[in-house]
């Protein structure tokens, strides 16, 4: 039996992972997909992240592969409204981009130089029974997996960490109900060549058909994020470049495209995290906009403040007060997260040119203020949430 079976490899389940295995704990990190995924949603690493993923022993190596972002600027219709900058938040002075794919590969190598055997893929998790002294896992093999060896048919652990995503199966299995809303707003976004004339600044052109973003990313490249009015499932990289053209008057390589896809946007929050032996981390406790980049930040932050509970309670500790506390403060920061990610959105929608130009007037003057801008960069950087 194992101290601690993760349900799911993503970048939290692999921190946590990590985490527990440095504290000497035996544990098994399940992942239904057989191989990594490459498709890299999420780029942008904040800086409470940064310093909880110090604990893991990997802030050096992604901060090296990365790109760091120290301003921000918001335009509009090729003016300057606003400017933010980050090198004032220590002890972090920047958000990091990095591809979620090579995040996860560094957290996975991580995990490997503690445990090599920790981590198994291509396991489909059926079945969950808590029956008070462990938690009993059973599932499938699922896929072709490079080098797998032969699976047990269950799985038993003292406790169990559901960090399978927005869908958790853990989640259902263990009855926790959600609340949530499908929100209007739709997104294409990809990747392109960097042309350089932003530099490491992050960008947002606040313009009447709707926001327009785009952030460096490691490889010369540079990641648009363009609001739409519905979802353009079947967009070419040629219908991305237009849009971002007649909105900006920026244009980019079509041709050399390199991510492309669409989403719409979701918040799904579980009312709450922990159930009998079994907790929730990450998307699997709360969903939110992917629009500010929260969402896997949050998740290493809800891992860091579990990780030294678990241990605790491995130890023999009592630790019924501290979920208590692990569960409000963590719900709380996840619903302050989503209400910034909903005005983040609202900010971006399609709006008539003369509201906007009323709006970017209001906003000119108000950044001048010392004041505004240091709540601006605290709330950007997700100061707060930890």
Aim: glycine share 12%.
């Amino acid at each position: 039996m194992f101290d601690v079976i993760i349900v799911g490899a993503g970048p939290v389940g692999l921190y946590l992972g990590a985490l527990l295995l440095q504290e000497g704990q035996s544990v098994h990190i399940l992942e239904q997909r057989p191989v990594p995924s490459q498709h890299s949603r999420a780029i942008g690493i904040h800086p409470p992240a940064l310093q909880a993923l110090e604990r893991a022993g990997v802030t050096g190596t992604m901060v090296a592969e990365g790109v760091r972002i120290p301003l921000g600027i918001a335009r509009s219709g090729g003016r300057e409204v606003a400017r933010l900058r980050f090198d004032e938040a220590p002890p972090w002075p920047f958000v990091l981009s990095l591809k979620q794919a090579r995040t996860e590969a560094i957290l996975a190598a991580r995990v490997h130089a503690l445990d090599p055997a920790a981590l198994l893929r291509g396991v489909r998790v059926d079945s969950l029974h808590d029956a008070g002294g462990c938690v009993t896992l059973s599932g499938q093999q699922r896929g072709e997996v490079p080098g797998a060896v032969e699976l047990p048919a269950s799985f038993q652990a003292r406790l169990v960490i559901g960090a399978d995503g927005a869908k958790s199966t853990i989640r259902c299995l263990v009855n926790i109900p959600t609340t949530g809303r499908d929100y209007p707003d739709s997104y294409l976004m990809g990747d392109f060549p960097d042309t350089g004339s932003d530099g490491a600044a992050a960008v947002l052109h606040l313009e009447p058909g709707g926001i327009v973003e785009s952030f460096p990313v490691p490889g010369g490249l540079r990641r648009w994020v363009v609001h739409t009015d519905s979802l353009l499932a079947e967009a070419t990289a040629e219908d991305l470049a237009a849009l971002i053209t007649e909105r900006t008057g920026e244009g980019v390589d079509a041709g050399a495209n390199s991510m492309l896809s669409s989403f719409r946007v979701r918040s799904t929050m579980a009312t709450r995290m922990i159930q009998g032996r079994v907790a929730l981390v990450g998307d699997a406790a709360h969903e939110i906009s992917p629009i500010g980049g929260q969402g896997m930040n949050l998740g290493w932050l809800d891992a860091a403040a579990l990780a030294p509970i678990i241990v605790a309670a491995l130890r023999g500790e009592r630790t019924g007060d501290q979920l208590r506390d692990f569960q409000r403060a963590r719900l709380r920061a996840s619903h302050r997260a989503s209400r910034q990610a909903w005005l983040n959105m609202v900010l971006g929608r399609a709006v008539p040119a003369s509201c906007l130009g009323v709006l970017h007037a209001l906003l000119r003057p108000a950044f001048r203020l010392r004041r505004v801008q240091n709540l601006a960069v605290r709330r950007f950087t997700m100061h707060g949430l930890g």
